[in-house]
């Protein structure tokens, strides 16, 4: 009886740890270091090389990061990005203009809230 004890609280604590060490994107062993990211080890079979990684979630879609990356762009607070409010913030030109190809649906050479979602993805792909 005192052997099936020992293997239950054996099973018990490698549940416990297994579900300690699962981050909310079900990796394990990984730990959630805030809501969107996560930490966890690494290991490199070809060099042997053992490490840590960090890895930061975003949300897709236009949530309130998206919100906030528009409204510091948008410098004139007019509702819409031109080509001097993306390169005062470092954006060059030709990537503008790539974005306005993408995403200018009404043609006016700016990029609007409503076009900044399709804007974002065009400039991930």
Do not use: H
């Amino acid at each position: 009886m005192a052997r099936f004890y020992t293997i239950l609280a054996i099973i018990g604590v490698a549940v416990a740890f297994t579900e300690a060490c699962t981050s909310s994107s079900g990796r394990t062993p990984s730990w959630d270091v805030s809501d969107n990211s996560e930490i966890y080890p690494t290991y490199d079979s070809d060099s042997g090389a053992v490490g840590v990684e960090y890895e930061i979630r975003f949300r897709r879609g236009a949530d309130k990061t998206a919100e906030r990356v528009f409204n510091l762009i948008d410098r004139v607070g007019d509702g819409c990005i031109d080509v001097s409010e993306w390169t005062s913030e470092g954006g060059s030109v030709i990537n503008f203009a790539e974005l306005l190809n993408a995403a200018d649906q009404n043609g006016d050479e700016k990029i609007s809230w409503d076009e900044f979602p399709k804007a974002d993805k065009a400039n991930k792909a």
